[in-house]
């Protein structure tokens, strides 16, 4: 089979499992919904600074809790199996674009729970949610390849934590002054730089992932 | 003899930029005063700590590709020396940072960007911990290392530009070199510069060498 062959077909089978279980979903789901709640309570009322950077946090959370199982829900067994039959690349790519589907869906889900419990002040909607949808893609490429390497480390989730956290801080700089900027309605050309760099880090990630899964799949 | 010139060579540059750098003249300036003297030492601990990061990465890459276990232990002590500069640059900036900026640490987008640098070479050697068995703490580090590289200059180098800074070169800030040096800092300062980033590696290479000499001593016969 050739490469995008190979994707497509590992894509439709991360999808189809997903939707046979929903366990995954509904997991994130019930974990995003609580966590705006319980900050819901806490805040109640919230200035847009506030606002824009706890929806951040409440993404990056439910993110990583979504995209650190991407490699260890699978038994070795079947692993070892996908490395018979199949290309590494096409293998990690098929994660990235499935984790990117899934992060997209959970984070326009998040969006629009957190605007309907907290009122929305976004200015310019249309551009906050480019944002959302950026984050999400991001998200997914930086973690799908940390979760690759935590899975090998075994005690997954804390690993996870430690070798995520410093490598998205600065995608989400960029990201929240990006949400920042489309939250003040300001003029959509201040923020071609960010989008400029945001797309940047994700191509030189995506590069890199593909380079060196390779490596990190034989044991 | 022939191999260790550049060490004498390390020695005489920081000597020389030491004492030339607290006794040698500097221009009278707005704010900085007589702390200019410190770019003489705040600067080289980057310039050092970044040539070790490169050193690093680049035997990573070397490892990844020929599974030498020396190449290993040069890369993870590359990262060792450099966090020691990274954390003496850290702490000349703030001493620094708290005459000219009235603090020791502002919220300034340069320094935090080194601080979570920082935090990503000691998430390395804590993953470096958590593994075990050699070869596979050796190829899963070198991935981490590789992966986070490009993310660190981005952080260091990118960021700063794109934003507001105190610092000079950064947001739209003039470099320092255009306002501040006079022709009387700047030799002093390249001697600094090249001084400090061969004593870096010379401290890496010394490290390596501990490092060859245990495992020697611990391989069963």
Redesign the interface.
């Known amino acids: 089979m050739s490469l995008l062959q190979q994707i497509t077909t590992l894509v439709n089978k991360d999808l189809t499992l997903e939707w046979r279980s929903k366990h995954a979903v509904n997991g994130i789901l019930l974990y995003v919904v609580s966590t705006v709640f319980v900050c819901y309570q806490a805040f109640k009322s919230v200035d847009t600074l506030i606002w824009n950077a706890l929806f951040w946090i409440i993404l990056l959370f439910a993110s990583i809790n979504a995209i650190s199982r991407s490699f260890v829900q699978e038994s070795q067994y079947r692993q070892l199996y996908y490395y018979a039959i199949a290309n590494p690349r096409s293998i990690i790519l098929s994660k990235i674009i499935y984790n990117i589907i899934l992060m997209t869906v959970l984070s326009a889900i998040a969006y629009i729970v957190y605007s309907l419990v907290f009122q929305n002040p976004v200015g310019d909607p249309l551009f906050y949610f480019i944002a959302v949808f950026l984050g999400a893609v991001s998200f997914a490429t930086v973690f799908t390849m940390v979760s690759g390497i935590s899975a090998k480390t075994g005690n997954n989730s804390t690993m996870m934590a430690v070798l995520a956290f410093p490598i998205i801080i600065p995608l989400l700089i960029v990201l929240i002054t990006l949400s920042q900027n489309a939250l003040q309605g300001l003029d959509r050309v201040e923020s071609y730089n960010e989008i400029g760099v945001l797309v940047a880090i994700n191509v030189i990630t995506v590069t890199i992932s593909l380079l060196l899964f390779p490596y990190l799949w034989r044991d | 003899m022939r191999k260790n010139w550049w060490k004498i060579l390390a020695a005489c540059l920081v000597c020389a930029s030491v004492v030339a750098g607290f006794m040698g003249p500097v221009p009278k300036l707005f704010l900085l005063h007589e702390t200019i003297r410190n770019v003489y030492f705040h600067v080289p601990m980057w310039f050092a700590m970044f040539t070790l990061y490169t050193i690093s990465v680049v035997y990573s890459v070397k490892y990844?590709n020929n599974g030498n276990p020396k190449h290993d232990i040069i890369a993870v002590e590359a990262v060792n020396t450099g966090v020691i500069f990274c954390f003496l640059g850290l702490l000349t900036g703030m001493q620094w940072a708290n005459i000219t900026w009235g603090e020791a640490w502002p919220s300034d987008?340069k320094t935090n960007?080194s601080a979570?640098?920082t935090?990503?070479y000691l998430?390395y050697l804590?993953?470096r911990n958590?593994?075990e068995e050699e070869q596979?703490r050796a190829?899963?580090s070198?991935?981490?290392n590789?992966?986070?590289f490009?993310?660190m200059i981005?952080?260091m180098y990118?960021?700063p530009k794109?934003?507001d800074s105190l610092h000079p070169g950064s947001g739209g800030n003039s470099t320092f070199g255009d306002l501040d040096m006079d022709h009387n800092m700047r030799p002093i300062f390249y001697s600094a510069v090249v001084g400090w980033i061969l004593t870096g590696i010379w401290i890496c290479t010394l490290r390596y060498r501990v490092r060859l000499l245990e495992s020697k001593a611990n391989q069963i016969d």
């Open positions: 990844l987008s960007g979570i640098a935090l990503m998430a804590v993953l958590t593994l596979k190829k899963i070198a991935v981490y590789i992966f986070a490009p993310i981005v952080l990118i960021l794109m934003t």
